[in-house]
C-alpha cells in the first residue's frame, strides 16, 4: 500500500500512488538485475521516482521509459555486488550477469527481462538500435559460453 502522505524528505514530491504500485516492484528488480545488490536496486528505484518531473504525462509510455532510464542511469553510478554476496547475487544467472560489462548487461536486461523491443530498449539506453544490438548478441555470447546448458 503506498502512502504519498508519509514519504522520507529525499524522495522529493509524492508519486501518484497508482504510478508507484504499477512500476515501484518492476524497477526494483531491474536494478537488482544490474547491480546484483537488492538493498541499492530499492534505493535506485525511489530515486527514479523522486527525479520524475512533475510536467511529465502521467498516463503516458513516456513514464514507463523515464523511470527505465533513470534506473539505468543511477546504475551505472552504483558498484556492483561483490561476488561473495548472500542470497540473490548467489544465483548463477545474477552472478553471470555481473560478470559481464556494463552495456552488455544492461543491452541482455533490457530486451530478456523487461522483454522491451530494440527500438524501445536503445531509447531506454540512449544508443542507437545497431549499438544495443551489436552490445546485446556480444553479451548473449558470454552468458552462452559462461552458464549451463539446460
Same mark, same amino acid.
Given at each position: 500500500m503506498c502512502d504519498t @502522505?508519509?514519504?522520507p524528505?529525499? !524522495? *522529493? =514530491?509524492?508519486? +501518484?500512488?497508482?504510478?508507484?504500485? =504499477? %512500476? %515501484?516492484?518492476?524497477?526494483? #528488480?531491474?536494478? !537488482?538485475?544490474l547491480t546484483g545488490d537488492?538493498? =541499492? !536496486?530499492?534505493?535506485? !528505484?525511489a530515486a527514479a521516482f523522486a527525479a520524475l518531473p512533475p510536467s511529465l504525462a502521467l498516463d503516458s509510455d513516456n513514464v514507463v521509459r523515464?523511470?527505465? #532510464?533513470?534506473?539505468?542511469? $543511477?546504475?551505472? #553510478?552504483?558498484?556492483?555486488?561483490?561476488? @561473495?554476496?548472500? *542470497?540473490f547475487a548467489q544465483l548463477p544467472v545474477v552472478r553471470a550477469l555481473?560478470?559481464?560489462?556494463?552495456? *552488455?548487461r544492461e543491452a541482455v536486461v533490457l530486451t530478456h527481462y523487461l522483454e522491451l523491443t530494440g527500438q524501445q530498449a536503445a531509447v531506454v539506453a540512449g544508443v542507437s538500435q545497431a549499438v544495443l544490438?551489436?552490445?546485446? *548478441? #556480444?553479451?548473449?555470447?558470454?552468458?552462452? +559460453? $559462461?552458464?549451463p546448458q539446460a
Open positions: @502522505d508519509q514519504h524528505p529525499w !524522495a *522529493g =514530491a509524492p508519486v +501518484d500512488c497508482q504510478l508507484h504500485e =504499477a %512500476y %515501484y516492484r518492476q524497477l526494483v #528488480r531491474l536494478a !537488482a538485475l537488492q538493498h =541499492a !536496486a530499492e534505493e535506485v !528505484a523515464f523511470l527505465q #532510464r533513470q534506473v539505468l542511469v $543511477r546504475c551505472r #553510478r552504483t558498484r556492483p555486488c561483490q561476488p @561473495d554476496a548472500p *542470497g555481473q560478470e559481464l560489462p556494463l552495456h *552488455g544490438h551489436k552490445r546485446l *548478441g #556480444r553479451a548473449m555470447q558470454v552468458l552462452q +559460453d $559462461r552458464l
